[in-house]
């Protein structure tokens, strides 16, 4: 017997949790090219992760047994909290030190986590041997590819999903499940036109005119997911962790929809570590409480120390 989920029912259940939208796609197998032409450049710099699991990323079915669907959730973090924030921030001198405005918040991938596992719940209520895994972030296959696929976007110059209506300040989960559904059939062309601004804004020339980025010249690689000390000819621009340069450059982000969040909520350690780090005074206990409840997991204290000296050290010279 066909096990048959109405996308309708997982739609409302995904705006109810907090998503801004999904759209879903049949799990079946991907021409991943793009991604062995992108290794075999060394674009994935000291990333080996994105070498294994080939066989997943070209084929995410292969994820759960009978697999039938790959449902994809977008959450902007275009917050209200956050526009007010930033109002705040605009008076003090340019010479902060920033973080990424993803990392201002909750940890998304507990977040959007748990919002998909409640998903998961509500639709076990009515159909109990509904299964389903939830991605995000470390989902072995391109989260993007299968969001564009699945009718959330297009996939801009500076390679990020763009939603036409909520720009590319958005975030990627999805649930493999064993339904089927009614899958996406449009696809939203590409709408970056002529446009290169996010090419000319990138200090260190990380993005190629091929949609491709080179992670070894990006500063949100260099600052964040690099072991060691950030290379010497990389331009930081006053970003100590992530970068949003590329995202800021774009003209989709230029009026995004600003909404009260229901799930997302702000990280209110990460304003007392910015503000010690900018008065020169940074204390590793607020790191660590910062660290408990954001997004900045993935930094050890002496790396983060050391970006701060990278990105002081860009005002002298
Ligand atoms: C490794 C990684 C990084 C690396 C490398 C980034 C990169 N562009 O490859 C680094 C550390 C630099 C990084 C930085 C950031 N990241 Co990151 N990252 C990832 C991760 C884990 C894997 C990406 C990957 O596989 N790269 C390899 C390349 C070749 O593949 P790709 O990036 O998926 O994109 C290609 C395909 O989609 C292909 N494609 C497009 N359409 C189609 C259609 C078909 C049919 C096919 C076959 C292919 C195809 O073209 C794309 C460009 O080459 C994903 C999560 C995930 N599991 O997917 C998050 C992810 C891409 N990151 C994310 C974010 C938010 C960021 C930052 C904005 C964080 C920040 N503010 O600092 C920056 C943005 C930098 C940038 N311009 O890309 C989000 C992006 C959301 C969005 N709007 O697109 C993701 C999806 C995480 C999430 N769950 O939300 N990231």
């Not at 697999?67 to 956050?82: D, E, G, K, L």
């Not at 449009?186 to 491709?212: H, M, Q, R, V, Y």
């Not at 070894?216 to 990389?234: E, F, R, V």
Request: aromatic share 12%; hydrophobic share 35%; charged share 25%.
């Amino acid at each position: 017997m066909n096990k048959y989920i109405d996308f309708e029912k997982i739609k409302t259940l995904a705006l109810e949790a907090g998503f801004q939208n999904c759209g879903a796609v049949k799990a079946k197998e991907y021409n991943i090219s793009f991604l062995s032409e992108w290794l075999n450049k060394g674009y994935n710099a000291e990333m080996q992760y994105l070498e294994r699991n080939i066989d997943k990323r070209k084929n995410p079915s292969l994820l759960l047994d009978n697999s039938q669907s790959i449902i994809s959730f977008i959450i902007s973090y275009n917050t209200q909290v956050f526009a007010n924030l930033t109002i705040n921030e605009d008076n003090k001198s340019n010479k902060n030190l920033k973080f990424a405005t993803y990392s201002h918040f909750e940890d998304y991938h507990k977040i959007i986590k748990q919002a998909l596992y409640k998903i998961i719940n509500c639709i076990q209520e009515t159909y109990p041997d509904f299964k389903g895994i939830v991605f995000v972030d470390s989902s072995p296959f391109s989260e993007k590819m299968i969001a564009k696929e699945a009718g959330l976007g297009f996939i801009g110059k500076n390679s990020l999903l763009i939603n036409k209506e909520f720009g590319s300040q958005i975030l990627i989960g999805e649930i493999i499940t064993n339904y089927f559904t009614d899958y996406n059939t449009f696809i939203e062309e590409d709408l970056c036109g002529d446009c290169k601004l996010c090419i000319e804004a990138c200090p260190n020339k990380a993005i190629n005119k091929d949609k491709t980025l080179n992670a070894n010249l990006c500063s949100s690689y260099q600052n964040m997911t690099k072991k060691g000390n950030i290379d010497k000819q990389i331009k930081l621009n006053s970003y100590i962790y992530g970068c949003d340069i590329c995202l800021n450059a774009c003209p989709w982000n230029n009026t995004p929809k600003v909404f009260d969040s229901k799930i997302l909520g702000l990280n209110t350690s990460m304003q007392e570590l910015i503000q010690s780090i900018n008065n020169n005074n940074i204390d590793k206990s607020l790191f660590n409480k910062a660290k408990k409840k954001g997004a900045i997991e993935n930094i050890k204290f002496q790396k983060l120390l050391s970006n701060i000296q990278k990105a002081n050290e860009e005002f002298i010279f």
